[in-house]
């Protein structure tokens, strides 16, 4: 329910701060006075059509903030959950309006689009007057009130979910179906192109592999000569290392006698021969390394050959053969075993048809039986209303060759205004002042099922009076057991009945220079003084007070 209001800088709202309750409010006040002005910024927080014009002259921005004490599960916690938004049991809606147009909206102080604000606006509040029956237009909503009306949400909900099965069954068929076709019409070269694949068996990065080992082979294969010529020169035939050994051996049994000539020479050969042995090892080595088998470098370059006719042949890359023979065998796979497989997903397909087809049978069977009650039930509503001569109806039309997810039915509420004409919608058919009563009828009937928790009612006693007025009053007050409610009026009778009484006015202030809207909460006296004032008009008689007063206490009788 709408715990509180806050309006600031808002046409002729400098500032207003209403707190509300549970129960009938009503909100009464001379014409001009400011009521359209407050729902319209009501219908702002909620996400309405914003407009720079409703910023009050000489603000940069007005502001509108509706707060909500919500329970849990609630439709509208979903939403914020849907949108990453926090639920913490308390709704806060605000809006922002600057005055070159844009607009800005907030959940709970966390910044959100105007498109979630009006998603959560909508699941909290409606909004209702004799050119504003939103809730009444679209036939989907209709479906939707005598679903609720009748407690099918879970057989709608079941049948929304046999609704995807059954696209999803028919999916995978048409999809298998469609593979076949193509399959067929290329069935011989799909074989060759598959067989010839398979035999060649490409693998993925194998390309770049190959290439890189031809490319570290031929390399080797350059410099191979130059380092066998090298381990020849230092280790080989012609290798030094021999000569001066058998050189050193002289000199050391020469320098037995002369170490001092000897040993220095001795030791540089040393060290030349240790040298020239460690060089050969490390040629050995590099050449063990540039060592390969050419008919392995042979088979590269035959695999690469391979390959890459491979793909000029199938335009495909060729690190794309392997996904594409994976796909041919598919294919051919698909030839030999795609008719059973077909036969298998269009039995899966018929049962899901069937499963959706029965259910949405037994939930036209029930839209049907309901739709009797719904008829009866809103009818009783009627006389009191002084709709006596008129008739409401539930269209439901059933056409099983137009499946949809929520079932077979289109639901569309018709009436007719009196015996003798003929039936149609209700938005068609109904002038303004029967279609509000229509409405209130039908909120009566539906407040404990399919309402919004807060519900405004602006003006739909226009045009009536006296017994009418009165029992708009008391269908309201009946509303107001179930659901918050919140009607502007000017019928003294459904004033007399409200438990909040909201009195909008329009001060001068600034010595008559500019004028605000002011909201003011009416204690019983006050009550009794506004209500008279409804009766009478500007001058308020005895009479009148004395007339209010046996409404007030009528309305608590």
């Given at each position: 329910m709408l715990a509180r209001l806050s309006i600031r800088d808002i046409v002729l709202i400098e500032r207003l701060d209403i707190e509300f309750a549970t129960g009938l409010a009503v909100l009464t006040g001379e014409t001009g006075a400011g009521k359209s002005i407050l729902l319209d910024a009501f219908a702002l927080a909620l996400g309405g059509r914003g407009d720079a014009g409703l910023v009050r002259h000489g603000a940069e921005q007005g502001q509108v903030t509706a707060v909500f004490d919500v329970p849990k599960n609630h439709p509208a916690t979903k939403i914020l959950a849907e949108n990453g938004l926090e639920d913490t049991g308390e709704m806060i809606l605000r809006r922002v309006q600057l005055a070159d147009g844009r607009t800005r909206a907030f959940i709970n102080d966390q910044s959100i689009s105007v498109q979630t604000l009006k998603a959560v606006g909508a699941a909290l509040v409606e909004i209702h007057g004799q050119h504003d029956e939103r809730a009444l237009v679209d036939a989907a909503t209709h479906r939707r009130l005598l679903d609720a009306f009748a407690g099918l949400e879970k057989d709608v909900a079941a049948v929304e979910s046999l609704w995807d099965a059954r696209r999803t069954a028919n999916t995978a068929l048409e999809e298998h179906r469609a593979g076949m076709e193509r399959a067929a019409r290329e069935a011989d070269y799909l074989r060759h192109a598959s067989a010839e694949l398979k035999q060649l068996a490409p693998k993925d990065g194998e390309e770049t592999s190959l290439a890189n080992r031809r490319t570290t082979m031929m390399q080797g294969e350059k410099i191979a000569s130059d380092l066998r010529e090298a381990q020849e020169a230092v280790g080989g035939h012609n290798s030094p290392v021999a000569t001066l050994a058998a050189a050193v051996r002289r000199l050391e049994r020469r320098g037995v006698n002369s170490p001092a000539l000897v040993d220095p020479a001795v030791k540089a050969i040393d060290a030349a021969i240790n040298a020239l042995e460690e060089a050969d090892q490390h040629l050995q080595a590099a050449l063990a390394a540039t060592d390969f088998d050419p008919s392995e470098l042979e088979r590269i370059e035959e695999r690469l050959f391979a390959l890459r006719a491979a793909s000029r042949k199938y335009s495909t890359p060729v690190d794309g053969l392997a996904a594409l023979a994976a796909r041919y065998a598919a294919d051919v796979v698909l030839i030999d075993?795609?008719?059973?497989?077909?036969?298998?997903?269009?039995?899966?397909?018929?049962?899901?048809?069937?499963?959706?087809?029965?259910?949405?049978?037994?939930?036209?069977?029930?839209?049907?039986?309901?739709?009797?009650?719904?008829?009866?039930?809103?009818?009783?509503?009627?006389?009191?209303?002084?709709?006596?001569?008129?008739?409401?109806?539930?269209?439901?039309?059933?056409?099983?060759?137009?499946?949809?997810?929520?079932?077979?039915?289109?639901?569309?509420?018709?009436?007719?205004?009196?015996?003798?004409?003929?039936?149609?919608?209700?938005?068609?058919?109904?002038?303004?002042?029967?279609?509000?009563?229509?409405?209130?009828?039908?909120?009566?009937?539906?407040?404990?099922?399919?309402?919004?928790?807060?519900?405004?009612?602006?003006?739909?006693?226009?045009?009536?009076?006296?017994?009418?007025?009165?029992?708009?009053?008391?269908?309201?007050?009946?509303?107001?057991?179930?659901?918050?409610?919140?009607?502007?009026?000017?019928?003294?009778?459904?004033?007399?009945?409200?438990?909040?009484?909201?009195?909008?006015?329009?001060?001068?202030?600034?010595?008559?220079?500019?004028?605000?809207?002011?909201?003011?909460a009416l204690a019983a006296d006050h009550r009794r003084e506004e209500i008279a004032r409804m009766l009478a008009g500007a001058e308020i008689t005895a009479e009148a007070r004395a007339a209010a007063e046996r409404l007030l206490k009528a309305a608590t009788a």
């Open positions: 075993a795609g008719a059973s497989q077909l036969k298998r997903l269009e039995q899966a397909a018929i049962e899901a048809d069937s499963r959706y087809a029965a259910a949405a049978k037994k939930l036209s069977l029930a839209r049907q039986k309901s739709a009797e009650k719904l008829n009866k039930a809103v009818n009783a509503e009627l006389a009191p209303l002084k709709l006596e001569r008129a008739k409401f109806m539930t269209q439901v039309a059933t056409d099983e060759a137009a499946p949809g997810p929520q079932g077979f039915d289109r639901v569309e509420f018709w009436v007719q205004t009196n015996p003798g004409t003929k039936p149609g919608p209700m938005m068609k058919v109904a002038s303004g002042g029967e279609l509000s009563r229509f409405l209130l009828a039908l909120k009566v009937v539906l407040s404990d099922r399919g309402s919004a928790p807060t519900l405004v009612f602006d003006e739909i006693d226009t045009g009536v009076g006296g017994a009418v007025a009165d029992a708009i009053g008391g269908r309201l007050a009946r509303l107001a057991g179930k659901v918050q409610v919140m009607a502007v009026t000017h019928a003294p009778q459904v004033a007399a009945r409200a438990d909040q009484h909201l009195l909008i006015s329009k001060d001068a202030l600034d010595k008559g220079k500019r004028v605000a809207t002011r909201v003011n």
